[in-house]
């Protein structure tokens, strides 16, 4: 849920971003994919595509490996699609932007706030590649990266790990900063049936709360 009165929109030249919507739903023992998993109606890999567009971010490449129920859902939201890692780099390339904002689509309360502080703490550090958010030291998934060292850490194609390209950068000699994240609730993830029952409660509850400051 995010805060547009309070976001300074970026040049959309400039960022660019990539989401990962591939896992299937095993985890969540569902037979649709983990994307379509749904918060308040909407599908979590929606809520990631309007995250990076209250910041301003239209370039999207949603990487799917070829699960046509995401790509259905995502007909018509103006964004490119990625089957298969190695695509994510001709996105890249084609892409008229500095920096790449890679993030899975399985956290629904991720504001675009944190993302743009993490960004703005990233582009003072002139000698840093790569920003990667961490909660108590351990990486979760959310990653600013320089696009020029995204383009060479994907020289290697099908098998870089996009989920840990923090850790790919590293591998390659990058210099990576963590950004620590203080508010944890943002981090709160699908990854079970009792993680998405929670997830709508907050979400609910979080939207009440809006609308009554609305009055």
């Not at 999207?60 to 790509?71: D, F, H, N, Y």
């Not at 920096?99 to 703490?121: T, V």
Request: charged share 30%; with cysteine.
């Amino acid at each position: 849920i995010n805060d547009y009165s309070e976001m300074e929109v970026f040049c959309v030249k400039k960022y660019s971003a990539i989401i990962l919507a591939d896992q299937d739903g095993s985890r969540l023992h569902s037979r649709f994919p983990a994307a379509l998993a749904e918060v308040l109606f909407q599908p979590l890999v929606l809520w990631t595509v309007d995250c990076c567009r209250s910041m301003g971010i239209e370039d999207i490449c949603v990487l799917t490996r070829g699960q046509k129920a995401v790509e259905d859902k995502l007909s018509g939201e103006g964004v490119s699609i990625a089957r298969y890692v190695s695509d994510t780099a001709s996105f890249a390339e084609a892409a008229n932007c500095s920096e790449i904002l890679i993030l899975s689509c399985e956290r629904p309360l991720l504001s675009s706030k944190l993302l743009k502080e993490a960004w703005e703490e990233h582009r003072v550090r002139s000698k840093i590649s790569v920003t990667t958010l961490v909660d108590e030291e351990q990486p979760c998934g959310i990653t600013w990266i320089d696009r020029e060292a995204f383009l060479r850490i994907m020289e290697y194609g099908e098998q870089v790990d996009l989920y840990h390209i923090a850790q790919e950068a590293e591998n390659h000699d990058f210099k990576v900063m963590e950004y620590p994240v203080k508010d944890k609730e943002q981090l709160r993830s699908a990854n079970t049936r009792r993680d998405l029952l929670e997830l709508n409660k907050i979400a609910s509850d979080m939207m009440a709360d809006r609308l009554m400051d609305q009055g």
